[in-house]
């Protein structure tokens, strides 16, 4: 699609353009992905103990694509790939960076959950909301905005929720897969962005938190801050 075309607020509906451009999104830059860095600690429900780590995410602005690479673990032995490439969804959990821990089988289910977390992180990556033409937007209701992707099976949908400035405050999709290997515990999941800043002429949550929400109560898995963001590919 060409630049004028992107240019063109009807190509979006007028409160997606608006977020997008308030949130820092420029029609006239060539911006294909974002970098970041986090830390934070992350565990399983029911875990007694936390594990703190260190991650290096991309996300890719003009296609559905991320991908997130942490160190956890005593002195960072384990490495843990979380991703969505190429139409697939992976995760990977190695000791030592080849002892296989946890290695996900690309299933439906996996490739919609992978899909489902690049649509929940959309608050980190304000050009993909203008650029992507692979999302699909519609008003749910007051401050709430239904975005989707992907075809058949493997269609993910994420709500979005803002707050009084209009930023991404929070997102939730009610049947994300809890599982990577059957039963798949089809489960209401959320996440919680907080200490928006402005950065690089963008407004970018520096904080994150995600939740299962299990019979009724949230129980919070991971949380991070950003440590640094930046966009890649700038040009004129």
């Known amino acids: 699609m060409s630049e004028v075309n992107y240019q063109d607020r ?116 304000p050009d993909a909301i203008l650029f992507n033409d692979d999302l699909r937007w519609r008003q749910e209701g007051p401050d709430k905005l239904a975005v989707s992707a992907g075809m058949g099976d493997t269609a993910a949908e994420v709500i979005l929720n803002l707050d009084t400035e209009g930023r991404i405050a929070g997102c939730f999709a009610p049947d994300r897969a809890r599982a990577v290997k059957p039963p798949y515990l089809l489960t209401p999941w959320r996440g919680h962005f907080s200490d928006y800043r402005r950065h690089n002429d963008m407004l970018i949550p520096f904080a994150a938190e995600v939740a299962w929400e299990i019979d009724g109560v949230e129980h919070v898995y991971f949380q991070c801050t950003v440590d640094d963001w930046q966009t890649l590919g700038d040009s004129n």
Request: glycine fraction near 8%; proline fraction near 3%.
């Open 10 to 125: 009807t190509r979006l509906p007028a409160d997606v353009y608006d977020l997008a451009i308030r949130l820092g999104a420029n029609p006239a830059l060539n911006r294909s992905s974002v970098k970041l860095h986090q830390t934070g600690q992350m565990k399983e429900i029911g875990a007694p103990k936390w594990m703190s780590f260190s991650a290096i995410q991309s996300m890719a602005t003009r296609t559905c694509a991320f991908d997130w690479r942490a160190r956890t673990g005593l002195f960072g032995m384990i490495s843990v790939r979380d991703a969505f490439v190429n139409g697939e969804g992976h995760l990977a959990v190695k000791a030592l960076g080849i002892i296989p821990i946890i290695g996900a089988t690309s299933s439906l289910q996996l490739t919609r959950g992978e899909l489902m977390r690049y649509l929940a992180e959309l608050a980190w990556a």
